[in-house]
């Protein structure tokens, strides 16, 4: 499964989007132009893969899943201008948290090869770090849709399972979505300050992978 091509127009759509829909996003507190930048890098990096779903020409759903997500922090802060911007957002970031998030996740190691065998990929999970659908949008499957060809993408490469942490609230639509999806709860914890539930999902294996 080839990953979506995407342009300038796309990245500054994905960017306005991801501020609208995940106001409570650690990157959204560093404004729309980081997040152009953000897109422009996961979109080109061997480590991510963005899914888009479309209406006509706009996008109205979107997907972000992470390989290597113990390294993404790192790369994000070596990889994209997060410095750059980090003065204009300290006001809104738990500046030592983020620090020490950093500093354990080792900037040295950001490069590390992602696993590839089978038991290696059973141990290093990918994590769908974001996902969102535009207000209009909603109700007609568009989020089911990415997060399906989220599935694929991983079941063809061989990934036996999956991450997403989404916040720990009863309020929080997002735990419904991903109970009728099929992610069970994994565990939980504080993240930037704020309750998170991580869920986890096993796929199936492909066709010609089966004994």
């Known amino acids: 499964m080839v990953p979506d091509q995407l342009g300038k127009a796309d990245f500054h759509a994905l960017a306005a989007m991801h501020a609208r829909y995940l106001p409570t996003s650690i990157v959204s507190r560093f404004g729309i132009r980081y997040l152009r930048s953000l897109y422009r890098y996961m979109a080109r990096s061997p480590h991510d893969v963005v899914f888009i779903q479309r209406e006509g020409d706009s996008i109205v759903s979107a997907g972000v899943l992470s390989l290597s997500p113990h390294t993404l922090e790192a790369r994000l802060a070596t990889k994209t201008p997060l410095l750059a911007w980090l003065p204009l957002a300290v006001n809104r970031l738990p500046i030592l948290e983020l620090f020490k998030r950093w500093m354990r996740a080792g900037l040295a190691g950001f490069g590390r090869p992602i696993a590839g065998t089978a038991e290696e990929r059973t141990m290093a999970c990918p994590e769908l770090v974001w996902i969102f659908t535009s207000a209009e949008a909603r109700g007609r499957?568009?989020?089911?849709?990415?997060?399906?060809?989220?599935?694929?993408f991983l079941s063809e490469a061989g990934w036996l399972r999956?991450?997403?942490?989404?916040?720990?609230?009863?309020?929080?639509?997002?735990?419904?979505?991903?109970?009728?999806?099929?992610?069970?709860?994994?565990?939980?914890?504080?993240?930037?300050?704020?309750?998170?539930?991580?869920?986890?999902?096993?796929?199936?294996?492909?066709?010609?992978?089966?004994?």
């Open 141 to 152: 499957a568009h989020g089911a849709a990415v997060l399906q060809r989220a599935e694929r």
């Open 162 to 211: 999956y991450l997403v942490r989404t916040l720990d609230d009863a309020a929080n639509p997002a735990l419904t979505f991903y109970a009728e999806h099929g992610f069970t709860e994994r565990g939980r914890s504080f993240r930037y300050g704020l309750p998170i539930r991580v869920l986890e999902k096993t796929l199936s294996r492909p066709p010609d992978a089966r004994s």
